[in-house]
């Protein structure tokens, strides 16, 4: 996968449901090549479908954490498109203070959580990192 891909995922993420004129707007690609992307990114198994995601849906990934990221100059809106194209990633925030950026992940195990975050570590312009697990949420309003 490339950066147009990564980008056209990371699109898609916000929206399964855009266009391709969207898409292809957004991206600054012909809705022509939005779609043939698309069916390639299908057919290689890269995206297994498109469905809806509801908020208490990100509450059942039994194994949840926090990774601040330090980001070198100022590649963050980039960095944060990567992200969002990792299937574990559920949501980025720009931050202030120490960290650039906290991505919300979820996964099944333990073991998947190690390897998404070996994933992001490796990501250009990730220069430090920290995670926080999250044993257990209380409350909540939204």
Do not use: C, Y
Not at 10 to 16: I, N, V
Not at 28 to 50: A, P
Not at 110 to 115: C, G, R, S, V, Y
């Amino acid at each position: 996968m490339d950066d147009t891909d990564q980008k056209l995922i990371a699109t898609l993420r916000r929206d399964s449901r855009a266009p391709l004129s969207s898409l292809a707007a957004e991206l600054g690609l012909s809705r022509t090549t939005v779609r043939s992307r698309i069916e390639r990114l299908i057919k290689r198994g890269e995206i297994l479908g498109f469905t809806l995601r509801l908020k208490s849906d990100i509450a059942h990934a039994p194994v949840r954490g926090m990774m601040m990221l330090g980001i070198e100059g100022r590649g963050a809106e980039k960095i944060m498109h990567r992200l969002l194209g990792i299937a574990a990633v559920q949501a980025v925030h720009s931050t202030n203070g120490k960290w650039d950026l906290i991505a919300e992940i979820g996964t099944d195990t333990l073991e998947e959580l190690d390897k998404v975050l070996f994933a992001i570590r490796r990501i250009d312009g990730v220069m430090r990192s920290e995670t926080n697990l999250l044993l257990s949420t209380r409350g909540g309003k939204g």
